[in-house]
């Protein structure tokens, strides 16, 4: 099975938002570690990501461009809490709370992509 443009999509945005929120988990204690990895990867590549996104979306039809969009949307909400920590770090450095936006934005990307796939899936049958 050859892989489309969306299936490369959606592996791309699961690998750098699960896996950056995945280290930035595992660094919780060490706040410089996550300012960096959000500043250098995370951030710039979810701008590159949510462009091409809404470049995809058009060529997308019917129930699946709804459930793209709603993984654009949640990709924009994860960009923002990423962009607002960078914007004003020392506010951030009690973390918890942001951590805890995060962990929800992060929990519908989720299902956003897994409502994706199951319908695309399901529909390809």
Do not use: W
Request: with cysteine; net charge positive; hydrophobic share 40%.
């Amino acid at each position: 099975m050859t892989e489309t443009i969306d299936t490369i999509l959606i592996r791309l945005i699961e690998n750098i938002i699960i896996n950056g929120h995945e280290h930035i988990l595992a660094n919780f204690r060490d706040k410089e570690k996550i300012f960096e990895y959000m500043r250098t990867k995370q951030q710039p590549a979810l701008i590159e990501i949510e462009k091409v996104c809404r470049i995809r979306l058009s060529k997308i039809k019917g129930n699946q461009k709804t459930l793209f969009i709603k993984i654009i949307e949640q990709v924009a909400a994860y960009k923002g809490i990423v962009d607002l920590i960078l914007k004003d770090q020392e506010k951030y450095l009690l973390i918890n709370r942001v951590i805890e936006n995060m962990n929800d934005a992060y929990e519908k990307l989720k299902d956003s992509i897994k409502e994706y796939k199951s319908a695309k899936y399901s529909t390809a049958v």
